[in-house]
């Protein structure tokens, strides 16, 4: 590189980021996403005392696609950087629906700076404040809130700042509609045979299904995004429902279901029972199929560590100038952790092996 190179670069890359215009695709909450729609198949049943493999008599008729999942993306720049603007979808097409505002809210935080800018200035939005810190100078003095100026989408102060802003504005974006399909057209023939295979057996989400990739390329900038598939219906379907590697204590009974349970409360069935219906044996249908859900929770339970009790100390805060002037801050000394079920499961009772039953987090003493 030579010196005319490296003074460039010094004297320019460090501000590039300040003229820069925003471009970001962003999900969308707005109407007209869709699951992917997908033929209908009946199965004989459900059981994990089957391998899914035994579900391979079916595989030619799963995951045939009627209908492409649909999702709607948001392309956040200026009109003119989107008219210059190509979407790439691995496994789908985009179309574009035009432009579109929508309110959005961001919270600008300035810590001993001047300028703060927000994150999607185009189309010359209104911003209103919603809600303010106090601001103060570096020698800790209250001082007025920073000035917006519309021309560059900046909040502005004459000094080194500290304190923050929750603004709302409109933006302009432009709004996408992407089309996608089953992933058949992205993967090797093995990884959709086991989507296929976790699909006939009950639950498609068994299987590592790939994600949408979005890339959006402009005149001068780019970005990415994925999203995840869905389907619709997310498993085939069983004349005779859902089976575990024992009999169901079910009987049913004219329109209901009779629990025939053996009384045992260390049984699964019996502690997802007297969790959903602890009252009544006879059971509805909505009753029984949460029962089930309840005892299914136990083939992959999730577990995570949550605060159980801690230890703090208070350490007072002066500030340099003035001895009268203090905060007094509680500092955690010790935090003890233990592990509980994150699902609501109510079957197992001791964590998953390997896996430390409680957590204790000690702290320096030094500020």
Known sequence: MTALETQLLLEFAPHAHIHATPFELRLAEDRGAAPVQVQPVVVPAWTRALAAEEYAPWLDQALIQEQPGCKRIRLYCSEQAASQTRLIVQGGTATSLGRRQAPLMETLVWVRTHAKKLRHFQDHPTVRII?????????????PLPEFDPATGTFHHPQEITGALVVEYTPGFTLYEI??????????????????????AGNIHDATIPQVQVIAIGPDRADQLAFSRDFWPPHAATSSGYRSRTKEPFVQQNDGYLYTGSGNPESCWEKCKNKIQPEARLLTQAELEAIRNCVELERNPKFHYVESSRIERTERITALDNPEMYIDVARPVELTMRLQRADGGVCTTRPPTGCCPEIILRFSNHS
């Open 179 to 200: 089309h996608y399909d089953t992933g058949e057209t992205q993967l090797p023939a093995t990884w959709f045979r086991e989507m296929k295979l976790a699909w006939l």
């Open 131 to 143: 809600d303010h810190t106090r601001f103060y100078n570096g020698r800790g003095e209250p001082c």
